[in-house]
Structure formats: C-alpha cells, structure tokens
C-alpha cells in the first residue's frame, strides 16, 4: 500500500513518518503532483501559520493538487485547518474542500490559555475514521484557531466552547488533533485511515 | 465520563546521563533507574501524558549520545515529549527537533540569553518553547537559580516568569528547589501565583511524594500538568492508579 505525505515545509513530520512505520507502511514523502495522484491514500500535514503554509503550497502549485485527489486525505492540525475555506489567521484564504471558516480561540477568563495545548476528550464521534472510539476517548491537541462545529464534523471537543476535532466530506478526512501523538487512540485513527484506503 | 476540556497532565521526568536515567535527590546523589526508551515505552502503556528528558551529560560525546535517543523514543513513543539540558543556542533546538523531540526546554540558556526565547518562538511557534525555570524561597522571596541550581541569580521569579512568557514561552516548567527532592508537597503558594498571573500553562515541578499532592497541585496550585521523578521511576506511585485517584477526586484526567 502507497501512502505519500504531502511535503511543503510545514513543520516537524518525524512523529507522522514514525506513526505510520509502527503499522508497517513506509510512507513516501514528496511533493510531485504524479506521485500524489496515484498514491493509495495521502497525508497532509501542518504546523505553524496558516498564512506561511498556505503560501508554501500555492508557490508550487499543490493546494490545486490537493483540491483535485480522490482517494482518501487526512489533513493534521494545521493541515484540517488549510483544508477549510478561509483562516482568521493571517486572514488566509484556504485549500476550501470544507466549506467552514476557521476562527481564534477567545478566551474569557485566565484560566483559558492559548495555544489550547493538551489532552482533550472526544464526544459525537460519526464516521468510519473513529470505528472502534468511544465518546471520552483523549486525543492530543496543540492549537490556538479551530474549526466551528458544521455539517461535516465527525467529532467534537470543548474548549471555551464545542468545535470540530474532526471533520469528513467525499474523500477527505481531517483532524485538529494529532493522531500520531495521541496515544493508543491516535494508533485507532491512523489504522481506520490505511483502512479507508485499503 | 470525562470532563470536557483539557485534562491536567501527569508527566514523569526521565533524567538522563551518557544513555541512563538517573534521578537525584535535591540536585545531587544520582540514582541509576533505566533505559530511557524501555522506560518511557513503559510510562506511555501506564497513562502518563507527556514525558520529559533532560540530559546531564556535560561532554560533546554524551550529547551526541543524547540525540540518537531522542530519535529512538520519537520512533518507538506515540505521546508527546520534551527534551532539556544542553541547549544553548538556536542550533540545538533545531538539532533536538529534528531528532524528533516535540518540545524543547530551556533554563540556564534563557537567562544567560533571554533573546533566545523569541528567536525559537518566532521560528517554531510557542508551543515547542517551554522555559523551565528552578527557584528558591529565601528571605528575599522567590529567586531563579542557574546550572541545576548551583548558581543563584538577583533574577525573582515571578518577574522572570512573566518575561519569558512576553517573549514567547508556550509553557512554564516551574522546579521549587525548596520542596524537590523532600516528597512533603508541591509549592502550591507559589503555583497558586504562577497560575494566577502568567498567561501560559504551569508545570508543577519538585515535591511528589504521595497521591494527595498531586490533588493538590491541580485544585490548590492550579497548575495545568505536574511533573515527578522518583516516585514514578521506583514505583511508589502507579500512573494509572493516581489518575483513577484524581479522577475520583474531581479532577480532570485522561483515563
């Protein structure tokens, strides 16, 4: 089984690489929009700014090849939030396969801290992607913008208020989490997804 | 059931000198304990949150011998980790990252070169920046030390606590040299400060010695995750168990 993970400089993707080595597959990581398409399954990482990443892929080209693949994606943390159609951070205008705009944390009170950075449990969990999850499961977060809860969310968290942990429409999939460091729930995630694509 | 929103962490410390942990006991008396990646394997099947390892190896040798287990425990551990010790200029953290550690953390480094802190802000984001800082209660008040708590400094603490996060730190790794090592409690005066008046999260550090202070450090000193050694690395205190304890006892733990 091919996997390919999407490589446009956006932060530390070992803890991705070593995830998916652990459930035997050997991920390809490129940017060659051939490689991409024919990959059984893709994933698409992302930490740091929305705008910066954003601009990294549109210099070459590979937010219109993301747009355009139909096996299975799993966009990651920054890479949910480029999957979405605009950003509030940067005031960034995204990949948009979800039709939902991105929004900052707004904290209330001091004890509301930004980046939410932490365990947080999983609730409303649809979707083959959280097969096997149950609600409260603990998935691992480090964010300060998120995604509203809409009609593609497959799982919700609170933080200062409800929002999509996870999010599904066609072929794409999408996780504010990062499943690679979540545990043995995480380990759950990523092996539904190689599923998917299997 | 859960509670919603972010559970207060659980975090075993894993000192680490030429490819061992050890654990002292008020900074000194070394105690041998394990294999880093055996041991945290260990600690992440036993529900601990996130796990931190500090290098005490002063020689170039062992800090090469540091990185390759960096990138051992990223390959083998799917939680979260933070590496410490060493690091003194932008090029470490970058080493240290690309070894595969989560986050890096910084102490007598951000007070020789306080400037440090926004550099790896700006180029990596807050959250990979956690800036520990060890002090102790004198008749002055709270006062940072330096170099594993060998050095004091006219540095107070809640002052510098406050800078580091101006500048960028995403979290706080706070060590009372008062209470580490003596497993009577957590500084919970002082967390109680930290929480109240710094706007990133608290790691609570020095002190465990029993279940209860561990209650106590997340309803009392309002800290966000508490770190421990000794009482985890000698099994005097079983993870799973402390988290189904704190459960019970109101507090928001993942299970």
Same mark, same amino acid.
């Given at each position: 089984?091919?996997?390919?993970?999407?490589?446009?400089?956006?932060?530390?993707?070992? $803890?991705?690489?070593?995830?998916?080595?652990?459930?035997?597959? /050997? =991920?390809?990581?490129?940017? #060659?929009?051939?490689?991409?398409? &024919?990959?059984?399954?893709?994933?698409? =990482?992302?930490?740091?700014?929305?705008?910066?990443?954003?601009?990294?892929?549109?210099?070459?080209?590979?937010?219109?090849?993301?747009?355009?693949? *139909?096996?299975?994606?799993?966009?990651?943390?920054?890479?949910?939030?480029?999957?979405?159609?605009?950003?509030?951070?940067?005031?960034?205008?995204?990949?948009?396969?979800?039709?939902?705009?991105?929004?900052?944390?707004?904290?209330?009170? @001091?004890?509301?801290?930004?980046?939410?950075?932490?365990?947080?449990?999983?609730?409303?969990?649809?979707?083959?992607?959280?097969?096997?999850?149950?609600?409260?499961?603990?998935?691992?977060?480090?964010?300060?913008?998120?995604?509203?809860?809409?009609?593609?969310?497959?799982?919700?968290?609170?933080?200062?208020?409800?929002?999509?942990?996870?999010?599904?429409?066609?072929?794409?999939?999408?996780?504010?989490?990062?499943? /690679? &460091?979540?545990?043995?729930?995480? /380990?759950?995630?990523?092996?539904?997804?190689? *599923?998917?694509?299997? | 059931?859960?509670?919603?929103?972010?559970?207060?962490?659980?975090?075993?410390?894993?000192?680490?000198?030429?490819?061992?942990?050890?654990?002292? *006991?008020?900074?000194?008396?070394?105690?041998?304990?394990?294999?880093?990646?055996?041991?945290?394997?260990?600690? $992440?099947?036993?529900?601990?949150?996130?796990?931190?390892?500090?290098?005490?190896?002063?020689?170039?040798?062992?800090?090469?011998?540091?990185?390759?287990?960096?990138?051992?425990?990223?390959?083998?551990?799917?939680?979260?980790?933070?590496?410490?010790?060493?690091?003194?200029?932008?090029?470490?953290?970058?080493? @240290?990252?690309?070894?595969?550690?989560?986050?890096?953390?910084?102490?007598?480094?951000?007070?020789?070169?306080?400037?440090?802190?926004?550099?790896?802000?700006?180029?990596?984001?807050?959250?990979?920046?956690?800036?520990?800082? #060890?002090?102790? @209660?004198? #008749?002055?008040?709270?006062?940072?030390?330096?170099?594993?708590?060998?050095?004091? *400094?006219?540095?107070?603490?809640?002052?510098?606590?406050?800078?580091?996060?101006?500048?960028?730190?995403? /979290?706080?790794?706070?060590?009372?040299?008062?209470?580490?090592?003596?497993?009577?409690?957590?500084?919970?005066?002082?967390?109680?400060?930290?929480?109240?008046?710094?706007?990133?999260?608290?790691?609570?550090?020095?002190?465990?010695?029993?279940?209860?202070?561990?209650?106590?450090?997340?309803? @009392?000193?309002?800290?966000?995750?508490?770190?421990?050694? $000794?009482?985890?690395?000698?099994?005097?205190?079983?993870?799973?168990?402390? &988290?189904?304890?704190?459960?019970?006892?109101?507090?928001?733990?993942?299970?």
């Amino acid at each position: 089984m091919e996997v390919a993970i999407v490589k446009y400089n956006a932060g530390n993707i070992f $803890s991705v690489i070593s995830a998916l080595k652990r459930q035997g597959v /050997e =991920p390809e990581l490129t940017d #060659d929009a051939e490689r991409l398409a &024919k990959a059984d399954c893709v994933i698409f =990482p992302g930490q740091g700014n929305a705008r910066t990443t954003m601009d990294n892929l549109r210099r070459s080209r590979l937010d219109e090849v993301i747009r355009s693949l *139909t096996q299975p994606v799993l966009g990651i943390c920054v890479g949910q939030q480029l999957l979405c159609r605009h950003s509030e951070e940067g005031d960034t205008d995204c990949i948009g396969v979800f039709p939902v705009d991105v929004k900052r944390f707004r904290p209330d009170s @001091l004890e509301q801290k930004i980046p939410a950075m932490g365990w947080n449990a999983l609730y409303d969990l649809s979707s083959p992607l959280m097969h096997g999850l149950s609600a409260d499961d603990y998935v691992y977060f480090v964010h300060s913008y998120y995604a509203p809860v809409c009609p593609f969310t497959i799982a919700k968290a609170d933080y200062i208020q409800p929002y999509s942990a996870s999010l599904h429409k066609d072929n794409f999939w999408a996780t504010q989490f990062h499943p /690679e &460091k979540s545990g043995k729930v995480g /380990e759950q995630i990523i092996s539904n997804f190689l *599923t998917l694509a299997r | 059931m859960a509670n919603r929103g972010l559970a207060k962490r659980i975090v075993p410390c894993l000192d680490v000198k030429d490819g061992q942990t050890v654990k002292g *006991t008020n900074f000194v008396n070394l105690r041998q304990a394990g294999d880093p990646v055996e041991l945290g394997k260990a600690y $992440s099947d036993a529900g601990a949150d996130e796990l931190v390892f500090l290098d005490i190896t002063a020689s170039l040798e062992g800090r090469r011998t540091f990185t390759d287990m960096v990138t051992k425990v990223a390959s083998e551990i799917n939680i979260p980790f933070t590496v410490g010790g060493g690091i003194h200029e932008l090029s470490d953290v970058d080493r @240290l990252l690309y070894a595969g550690a989560d986050k890096i953390s910084l102490n007598s480094a951000a007070i020789k070169t306080p400037s440090l802190i926004d550099e790896i802000a700006a180029k990596y984001g807050s959250q990979v920046c956690v800036c520990a800082i #060890d002090a102790r @209660l004198d #008749d002055r008040g709270w006062y940072c030390y330096m170099n594993g708590g060998h050095t004091p *400094t006219d540095l107070p603490l809640f002052e510098w606590a406050h800078e580091v996060a101006d500048r960028g730190a995403g /979290e706080i790794l706070f060590t009372s040299m008062n209470h580490d090592g003596v497993k009577q409690g957590f500084a919970l005066e002082a967390l109680a400060r930290l929480a109240e008046d710094v706007p990133v999260p608290i790691i609570a550090s020095g002190g465990a010695g029993k279940k209860e202070h561990f209650r106590d450090v997340f309803t @009392l000193g309002h800290a966000d995750a508490a770190l421990a050694a $000794s009482v985890f690395h000698f099994g005097e205190i079983n993870i799973r168990e402390l &988290k189904k304890y704190l459960r019970n006892e109101g507090v928001n733990v993942r299970l």
